[in-house]
């Protein structure tokens, strides 16, 4: 089914305000947080049935409402507006409890859940399913937007500014609990200490930082069509590159597969300096460690480098064997001289706030890994997600690992990985078929 030819329609637009009185004041952020400012809005899709939970009140709106009201006080900032400091101009969040952004709407066509399931991320994806944000400064929006068929789509946007993908799974939990539970849901309190990630004075960079963490990103226009495309390795291939690699994490394992196919499909020149770069989490790696909770952005980019001939051509466990070696100099000095780098880095730079798209050079490749999270633990009440992902994928160059948790006919997950690859069109085609060889060899190298 084509995008194109579907329709919504908006029945209702309001904004809901903490059920409480929260703090009103202004939310410091961290060169972490204003690095990833001009990104925006992360739009995400899930979907659930009502097959799963057959009740009247099935994604009842005001039940909802009222569970985001509800958990709006601890996630105060949610509810405020993105802005600048009337002292010195650094961004940072007012907290003036104005509100999340709640729609609803309708699907006008017999649109059903395996039919959204087909729909690859795009613009047209988002402008069905993610509510339209005006202003741009709002850092929460939720769009309920039910089918003919009796499922419901819940489009959602949060504001990088405010947080990372732990910290938005996190209100997820928290506000689905509230709408499940009630009173009676065990929740976690966030943590908005942000200064917990303050530079150090002076600001302090160690010689070798750079050997390991990724400057900020840089996009240039398109010189051709990009493509997106959704690729799937299943429970048992994961399995076969894991023991390719010898038997590293899932991230090591599929990150290196898709770096090396990345390299041969794009033709470079095999001396070209490739780079893979990806988002790591720093929670646990600081001393002391930050609190389980900390509500924000603990997030920076790191990268792994190489020939391209020989990323192309190495063994993929010596290529995951690079990836690991990067993620295991993340301590306590990196993080401290990450946070120092990019306060030294953001004046003027980042608060301009240029919105990010083009695409990466043709010699990098980020890969965003959602492996793990819980996602799919957003049960409102009616039954956990059969399906989430991203609504659209900006940029040329950028690749999002997730977990595919949709149930089996005996009712288990299903244990596959999707990949979503947003990449240049003339290189897809290749890129699927060097996947689905190396996939191939992977599994016979079991056997």
């Given at each position: 089914m084509e995008s194109m030819d579907l329709k919504v329609q908006v029945v209702e637009s309001s904004f809901i305000a903490p059920s409480e009185p929260t703090p009103r004041k202004g939310l410091w952020l961290s060169s972490l947080d204003i690095l990833v400012a001009n990104i925006g809005h992360t739009p995400?899709?899930?979907?659930?049935?009502?097959?799963?939970?057959?009740?009247?009140?099935?994604?009842?709106?005001g039940?909802?409402?009222?569970?985001?009201?509800?958990?709006?006080?601890?996630?105060?900032?949610?509810?405020?507006?993105?802005?600048?400091?009337s002292d010195d101009g650094r961004t940072e969040i007012s907290c003036n409890g104005e509100g999340a952004l709640f729609v609803v709407a309708h699907a006008d066509d017999e649109l059903t859940i395996d039919d959204v399931k087909k729909l690859k991320p795009s613009p047209e994806l988002?402008?069905?399913f993610?509510?339209?944000?005006?202003?741009?400064?709002?850092?929460?929006?939720?769009?309920?937007?039910?089918?003919?068929?009796?499922?419901?789509?819940?489009?959602?946007?949060?504001?990088?500014?405010?947080?990372?993908?732990?910290?938005?799974?996190?209100?997820?939990?928290?506000?689905?609990?509230f709408c499940k539970h009630g009173d009676r849901a065990a929740v976690e309190l966030p943590c908005h200490d942000r200064t917990l990630l303050r530079a150090r004075s002076p600001p302090t960079v160690h010689p070798g930082t750079l050997l390991t963490l990724q400057p900020r990103l840089t996009l240039s226009d398109l010189e051709g069509p990009l493509a997106i495309e959704v690729f799937t390795i299943s429970?048992?291939?994961?399995?076969?590159?894991?023991h390719l690699c010898g038997g590293t994490s899932t991230f090591c394992a599929v990150s290196a597969l898709i770096w090396q196919c990345t390299c041969v499909a794009r033709r470079l020149p095999p001396d070209s300096q490739v780079r893979m770069v990806f988002p790591a989490e720093l929670r646990r790696r600081m001393r002391p460690p930050l609190p389980n909770h900390y509500f924000g952005n603990a997030v920076f980019r790191l990268y792994v480098t190489g020939a391209a001939g020989d990323i192309g051509t190495a063994a993929l466990g010596s290529v995951a064997t690079r990836i690991k070696g990067a993620i295991k100099r993340l301590d306590d000095e990196l993080v401290r001289s990450a946070i120092d780098y990019f306060e030294n880095e953001k004046a003027a730079e980042m608060n301009k706030r240029r919105a990010l798209r083009g695409t990466l050079p043709k010699t990098f490749l980020n890969i965003t890994s959602w492996l793990g999270r819980p996602q799919y633990d957003a049960d409102f009440g009616w039954g956990k997600p059969q399906f989430m992902s991203l609504a659209e994928s900006f940029c040329g160059g950028f690749v999002h690992l997730m977990n595919d948790e949709r149930t089996t006919y005996y009712g288990g997950a299903t244990g596959d990985v999707r990949m979503i690859v947003?990449?240049?069109?003339?290189?897809?085609?290749?890129?699927?078929?060097?996947l689905y060889v190396k996939l191939k060899q992977a599994a016979c190298a079991m056997h």
């Amino acid at each position: 089914m084509e995008s194109m030819d579907l329709k919504v329609q908006v029945v209702e637009s309001s904004f809901i305000a903490p059920s409480e009185p929260t703090p009103r004041k202004g939310l410091w952020l961290s060169s972490l947080d204003i690095l990833v400012a001009n990104i925006g809005h992360t739009p995400t899709i899930y979907l659930y049935s009502s097959n799963d939970a057959a009740a009247a009140d099935f994604f009842d709106v005001g039940r909802l409402k009222k569970a985001m009201a509800k958990a709006l006080v601890p996630f105060y900032p949610l509810a405020g507006r993105l802005g600048n400091n009337s002292d010195d101009g650094r961004t940072e969040i007012s907290c003036n409890g104005e509100g999340a952004l709640f729609v609803v709407a309708h699907a006008d066509d017999e649109l059903t859940i395996d039919d959204v399931k087909k729909l690859k991320p795009s613009p047209e994806l988002r402008r069905l399913f993610v509510p339209r944000i005006e202003p741009s400064s709002i850092m929460l929006a939720i769009q309920v937007t039910f089918l003919k068929s009796g499922g419901v789509v819940l489009g959602t946007a949060l504001h990088h500014a405010a947080i990372d993908a732990s910290s938005a799974f996190h209100f997820f939990q928290t506000w689905s609990a509230f709408c499940k539970h009630g009173d009676r849901a065990a929740v976690e309190l966030p943590c908005h200490d942000r200064t917990l990630l303050r530079a150090r004075s002076p600001p302090t960079v160690h010689p070798g930082t750079l050997l390991t963490l990724q400057p900020r990103l840089t996009l240039s226009d398109l010189e051709g069509p990009l493509a997106i495309e959704v690729f799937t390795i299943s429970k048992d291939q994961v399995a076969s590159l894991k023991h390719l690699c010898g038997g590293t994490s899932t991230f090591c394992a599929v990150s290196a597969l898709i770096w090396q196919c990345t390299c041969v499909a794009r033709r470079l020149p095999p001396d070209s300096q490739v780079r893979m770069v990806f988002p790591a989490e720093l929670r646990r790696r600081m001393r002391p460690p930050l609190p389980n909770h900390y509500f924000g952005n603990a997030v920076f980019r790191l990268y792994v480098t190489g020939a391209a001939g020989d990323i192309g051509t190495a063994a993929l466990g010596s290529v995951a064997t690079r990836i690991k070696g990067a993620i295991k100099r993340l301590d306590d000095e990196l993080v401290r001289s990450a946070i120092d780098y990019f306060e030294n880095e953001k004046a003027a730079e980042m608060n301009k706030r240029r919105a990010l798209r083009g695409t990466l050079p043709k010699t990098f490749l980020n890969i965003t890994s959602w492996l793990g999270r819980p996602q799919y633990d957003a049960d409102f009440g009616w039954g956990k997600p059969q399906f989430m992902s991203l609504a659209e994928s900006f940029c040329g160059g950028f690749v999002h690992l997730m977990n595919d948790e949709r149930t089996t006919y005996y009712g288990g997950a299903t244990g596959d990985v999707r990949m979503i690859v947003c990449m240049e069109a003339v290189d897809m085609k290749e890129l699927g078929r060097l996947l689905y060889v190396k996939l191939k060899q992977a599994a016979c190298a079991m056997h």
